[in-house]
């Protein structure tokens, strides 16, 4: 998920919290989901370290804390105003941090004022005595971490959230600060990896738009045409289109009113791979779906948890891939660290690595020859003629994505840092002996060979070739109401203070000295568009100049429905009085591809009195995602082996339940589940907590025959997406799993 500024992933990394005062863990719960950072947080702890967790249940993490919240779900936003109406009126906040680096930071102070200590209690449950006391506690520390994951994402606000944090962060003075930052723990191994190399619908690898300028970029590092690639397009205007997400998809095949986002046809084809499936909300219709295309392709190590759900008996494919032990490559961390990974073992019987499924796909579909090109072109530049994989696609990555600054991560580099963890230091990720300077993993920016990687975002104090760097400009130099967006500070030993992004044009005007050869080489690019040398990039280096610029961070987003975030109250709100109040957004039209409802669905009916009761879901520490490899692992079966549903025991004797009961969960699309009742305080009174770990299980009817023999797990549950409530993210359309109502009975 970008943060503000545009990028994704932590500011700062897990070793860097050993230098926090205070962490404030809102929306995860790493003790079950990144119980390795956890190890760093609890070391945080014994150092003198507060460690406060809000969250809608009492989580393990929760039991670790020095202090524990519990807020309703979907309301972070109005804490964190409720927090900065108390930092403001007592002027607890960085002023001068504010007036250097932030843009539009009085927009957000006016907002506060709105939430008064009373009003943010109201809609959050947090009583007023307690939002004094974390706002002047996390005021006070110098530094502080915040810490998010899936609890802030997962809403129809979820990318306002996103901002909330570092804003308050900003006010705090907390950002480019070692300890400090926003340190959002990522999902699986390699999601960072993913997300920098677009397995996203809305963007080209590196975060590049999908603009003529970056598909002309990536043509070159491609070594194909781009009217070749225009060609596989309908159309100019669909080649530069947002794709369907994973959770938009199946709206593009059941409902015809969508085709028309879709070049004008229906969806007839699926291909799944890597994605349990399982875990998108709305299962039933995702079913529904899968069984109305034309073709469906699973690769997957297992057989994937979607493909048993199905009831069609034709042109449905599972092909078995390899794991990621009979694969090599590089994975990023969730601090952009990348790290080299190698084969363990050779793949298994039939199984085809990933890559190996996909050439097979090129050639049948008639390109294998332009989906490889640029591989040779990379081996032939080491004197080869054969590609080796994935060292020469490593260098493909590296070298056309510099919007981020990878192109300094040779796939050489990467393996001479995996070939020595024990010369890096744990908690600075500093290198010893051949690797001084240089941090572990390269963590991007990284911008040249010669450039050590950046341990922590937006640190202007030391100079670029130590990883400094100010917020990046990406929004012009002057903002719409006349603003400038360029920073005050200059960089230690930089040629100018604020800037903007580093081109040819602008270079000599801010101290960059190129020669009259080099400057024909680097003519009409930018930093982020080079190809064939870094040369503009490197000249940058030495005028001590950050290529992507020296700017302002904007807590005010101009061209957004909301420039700034607000609470809305989620569209299923266990507060129906309060959705008129703060409404949720308008209806959005062809948003990736599917017209999705908000305001209109959040108004249908009142959603509360029929479904009183709030539903939220997570994880157990052993299963894995929808659990399709961990249910298939005997003993984490044992450990974690039945589908769950936390019920508070005073709701529990209101409807009749004890302990161990099997019940139904209605939820608001009209589908059930048939789980077993754990009574638990974990939760409040009001809401029900569900593992989203297990499928298998379809509103009570046991798919264990489905499975192709020796391949059904262990263990098997209803899937918590059976019963999620509609409610898609309004910038990224990440399903609302952590938001919505439900009903239930005794079975
Ligand atoms: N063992 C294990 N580890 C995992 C995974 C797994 O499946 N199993 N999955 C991996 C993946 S893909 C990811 S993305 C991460 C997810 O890691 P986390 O985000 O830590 O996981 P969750 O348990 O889904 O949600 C975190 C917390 O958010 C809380 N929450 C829900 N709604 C709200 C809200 O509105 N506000 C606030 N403040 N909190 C809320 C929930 O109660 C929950 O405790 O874990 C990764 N690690
Ligand atoms: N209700 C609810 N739903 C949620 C969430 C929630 O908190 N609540 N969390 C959401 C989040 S954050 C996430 S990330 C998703 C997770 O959802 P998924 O990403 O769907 O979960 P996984 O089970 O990890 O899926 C990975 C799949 O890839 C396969 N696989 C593993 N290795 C390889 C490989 O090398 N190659 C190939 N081709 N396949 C491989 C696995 O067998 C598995 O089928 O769930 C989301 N859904
Ligand atoms: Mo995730």
């Given at each position: 998920?970008?943060?503000t500024?545009?990028?994704?992933?932590?500011?700062?990394?897990?070793?860097?919290?050993?230098?926090?005062?205070?962490i404030?863990?809102?929306?995860?719960?790493?003790?079950?989901?990144?119980?390795?950072?956890?190890?760093?947080?609890?070391?945080?702890?014994e150092?003198?370290?507060?460690?406060?967790?809000?969250?809608?249940?009492?989580?393990?993490?929760?039991?670790?804390?020095?202090?524990?919240?519990?807020?309703?779900?979907?309301?972070?936003?109005?804490?964190?105003?409720?927090?900065?109406?108390?930092?403001?009126?007592?002027?607890?906040?960085?002023?001068?941090?504010?007036?250097?680096?932030?843009?539009?930071?009085?927009?957000?102070?006016?907002?506060?004022?709105?939430?008064?200590?009373?009003?943010?209690?109201?809609?959050?449950g947090?009583?007023?005595?307690?939002?004094?006391?974390?706002?002047?506690?996390?005021?006070?520390?110098?530094?502080?971490?915040?810490?998010?994951?899936?609890?802030?994402t997962q809403?129809?606000?979820?990318?306002?959230?996103?901002?909330?944090?570092?804003?308050?962060q900003m006010?705090?003075?907390?950002?480019?600060?070692?300890?400090?930052?926003?340190n959002?723990?990522r999902?699986?191994?390699?999601?960072?990896?993913?997300?920098?190399?677009?397995?996203?619908?809305?963007?080209?690898?590196?975060?590049?738009?999908?603009?003529?300028?970056?598909?002309?970029?990536?043509?070159?590092?491609?070594?194909?045409?781009?009217?070749?690639?225009?060609?596989?397009?309908?159309?100019?205007?669909?080649?530069?289109?947002?794709?369907?997400?994973?959770?938009?998809?199946?709206?593009?095949?059941?409902?015809?009113?969508?085709?028309?986002?879709?070049?004008?046809?229906?969806?007839?084809?699926?291909?799944?791979?890597?994605?349990?499936?399982?875990?998108?909300?709305?299962?039933?219709?995702?079913?529904?779906?899968?069984?109305?295309?034309?073709?469906?392709?699973?690769?997957?190590?297992?057989?994937?948890?979607?493909?048993?759900?199905?009831?069609?008996?034709?042109?449905?494919?599972?092909?078995?891939?390899?794991?990621?032990?009979?694969?090599?490559?590089?994975v990023?961390?969730?601090?952009?660290?990348?790290?080299?990974?190698?084969?363990?073992?050779?793949?298994?019987?039939?199984?085809?690595?990933?890559?190996?499924?996909?050439?097979?796909?090129?050639?049948?579909?008639?390109?294998?020859?332009?989906?490889?090109?640029?591989?040779y072109?990379?081996?032939?530049?080491?004197?080869?003629?054969?590609?080796?994989?994935?060292?020469?696609?490593?260098?493909?990555?590296?070298?056309?994505?510099?919007?981020?600054?990878?192109?300094?991560?040779?796939?050489?580099?990467?393996?001479?840092?995996?070939?020595?963890?024990?010369?890096?230091?744990?908690?600075?990720?500093?290198?010893?002996?051949?690797?001084?300077?240089?941090?572990?993993?390269?963590?991007?920016?990284?911008?040249?060979?010669?450039?050590?990687?950046?341990?922590v975002?937006?640190?202007?104090?030391?100079?670029?070739?130590?990883?400094?760097?100010?917020?990046?400009?990406?929004?012009?130099d002057?903002?719409?109401d006349?603003?400038?967006?360029?920073?005050?500070?200059?960089?230690?030993?930089?040629?100018?203070?604020?800037?903007?992004?580093?081109?040819?044009?602008?270079?000599?005007?801010?101290?960059?000295?190129?020669?009259?050869?080099?400057?024909?080489?680097?003519?009409?690019?930018?930093?982020?568009?080079?190809?064939?040398?870094?040369?503009?990039?490197?000249?940058?280096?030495?005028?001590?100049l950050?290529?992507?610029?020296?700017?302002?961070?904007?807590?005010v987003?101009?061209n957004?429905?909301?420039?700034?975030?607000?609470h809305?109250?989620?569209?299923?709100?266990?507060?129906?009085?309060?959705?008129?109040?703060?409404?949720?957004?308008?209806?959005?039209?062809?948003h990736?591809?599917?017209n999705?409802?908000?305001?209109?669905?959040?108004?249908?009916?009142?959603?509360?009195?029929?479904?009183?009761?709030?539903?939220?879901?997570?994880?157990?520490?052993?299963?894995?995602?929808?659990?399709?490899?961990?249910?298939?692992?005997?003993?984490?079966?044992?450990?974690?082996?039945?589908?769950?549903?936390?019920?508070?025991?005073?709701?529990?004797?209101?409807?009749?339940i004890?302990?161990?009961d099997?019940?139904?969960?209605?939820?608001?699309?009209?589908?059930?589940?048939?789980?077993?009742?754990?009574?638990?305080?974990?939760?409040?009174?009001?809401?029900?907590?569900m593992?989203?770990?297990?499928?298998?299980?379809?509103?009570?009817?046991?798919?264990?025959?489905?499975?192709?023999?020796?391949?059904?797990?262990?263990?098997?549950?209803?899937?918590?997406?059976?019963?999620?409530?509609?409610?898609?993210?309004?910038?990224?359309?990440?399903?609302?799993?952590?938001?919505?109502?439900?009903?239930?009975?005794?079975?």
């Amino acid at each position: 998920m970008a943060n503000t500024f545009g990028f994704g992933g932590m500011t700062n990394h897990i070793g860097d919290m050993m230098f926090s005062k205070y962490i404030f863990i809102i929306g995860a719960n790493p003790a079950v989901n990144h119980p390795v950072s956890m190890v760093h947080i609890l070391r945080a702890k014994e150092a003198g370290a507060k460690i406060v967790v809000v969250d809608p249940r009492f989580t393990k993490t929760g039991a670790k804390a020095d202090e524990y919240y519990r807020i309703r779900s979907g309301t972070d936003i109005a804490l964190i105003y409720g927090m900065l109406n108390h930092i403001i009126k007592n002027n607890l906040y960085d002023k001068k941090f504010l007036e250097d680096r932030v843009y539009g930071y009085e927009e957000i102070i006016k907002e506060a004022m709105r939430y008064t200590l009373e009003e943010a209690s109201d809609i959050t449950g947090i009583p007023v005595k307690d939002i004094i006391h974390i706002a002047e506690e996390m005021a006070a520390a110098k530094p502080a971490s915040l810490i998010w994951n899936q609890g802030l994402t997962q809403h129809t606000t979820g990318t306002s959230n996103t901002r909330i944090m570092p804003i308050l962060q900003m006010f705090l003075g907390n950002m480019g600060k070692n300890g400090g930052g926003v340190n959002i723990l990522r999902g699986h191994d390699n999601v960072q990896g993913s997300s920098d190399m677009a397995a996203n619908p809305d963007v080209l690898p590196g975060y590049y738009n999908l603009s003529e300028t970056s598909w002309r970029h990536f043509a070159k590092h491609w070594y194909v045409e781009y009217d070749w690639l225009l060609s596989r397009f309908k159309d100019k205007k669909m080649m530069e289109t947002k794709g369907y997400a994973h959770s938009t998809w199946k709206f593009g095949v059941l409902d015809e009113e969508n085709f028309q986002n879709n070049g004008g046809t229906k969806l007839r084809a699926l291909v799944v791979i890597g994605s349990g499936m399982t875990s998108v909300s709305l299962l039933d219709l995702q079913k529904k779906a899968m069984d109305k295309l034309d073709l469906v392709v699973f690769v997957d190590p297992y057989v994937n948890d979607l493909a048993i759900y199905s009831e069609r008996d034709n042109n449905l494919f599972v092909l078995p891939a390899a794991s990621q032990m009979e694969s090599s490559g590089s994975v990023a961390a969730t601090n952009r660290s990348y790290q080299w990974r190698s084969k363990v073992m050779e793949p298994l019987f039939e199984c085809k690595e990933d890559q190996e499924v996909l050439f097979e796909l090129a050639k049948r579909l008639g390109f294998l020859e332009q989906f490889q090109r640029s591989l040779y072109e990379n081996a032939k530049k080491e004197g080869r003629s054969e590609f080796i994989w994935p060292e020469d696609a490593t260098t493909e990555l590296t070298q056309s994505v510099r919007s981020i600054g990878l192109q300094g991560m040779s796939y050489k580099r990467l393996k001479a840092h995996q070939e020595n963890w024990h010369m890096f230091d744990k908690v600075t990720l500093e290198g010893k002996g051949p690797f001084k300077g240089e941090y572990y993993g390269l963590p991007w920016p990284c911008w040249s060979d010669k450039h050590p990687g950046t341990p922590v975002f937006y640190n202007d104090s030391i100079p670029v070739m130590r990883g400094g760097m100010g917020f990046r400009v990406n929004w012009g130099d002057v903002s719409p109401d006349g603003q400038s967006m360029l920073s005050p500070h200059r960089l230690p030993n930089a040629s100018v203070a604020g800037h903007s992004p580093i081109s040819a044009a602008n270079a000599e005007s801010l101290g960059i000295k190129l020669t009259k050869e080099e400057q024909k080489q680097v003519e009409g690019t930018t930093y982020a568009l080079g190809f064939g040398n870094n040369i503009l990039v490197e000249r940058a280096l030495e005028a001590g100049l950050c290529p992507y610029g020296n700017g302002k961070a904007r807590a005010v987003v101009w061209n957004w429905y909301d420039k700034i975030p607000l609470h809305r109250e989620p569209i299923h709100s266990v507060r129906g009085d309060l959705v008129n109040k703060y409404p949720n957004f308008p209806d959005k039209p062809n948003h990736y591809r599917a017209n999705i409802k908000y305001r209109s669905r959040q108004i249908e009916k009142n959603w509360v009195s029929e479904f009183p009761i709030n539903m939220l879901s997570g994880r157990l520490v052993a299963h894995m995602g929808t659990g399709t490899e961990t249910r298939s692992a005997k003993y984490l079966a044992e450990v974690e082996g039945e589908m769950f549903v936390e019920i508070h025991p005073d709701k529990a004797y209101e409807l009749g339940i004890n302990d161990g009961d099997m019940v139904w969960v209605y939820g608001t699309m009209g589908t059930r589940a048939l789980i077993k009742a754990k009574l638990s305080y974990r939760v409040d009174a009001n809401s029900i907590w569900m593992p989203q770990n297990f499928s298998g299980l379809e509103q009570g009817k046991n798919l264990l025959d489905k499975y192709p023999q020796g391949t059904a797990p262990y263990a098997i549950g209803e899937s918590a997406n059976m019963i999620s409530s509609y409610g898609y993210d309004y910038n990224t359309a990440c399903p609302e799993t952590k938001c919505g109502l439900c009903r239930i009975e005794k079975a």
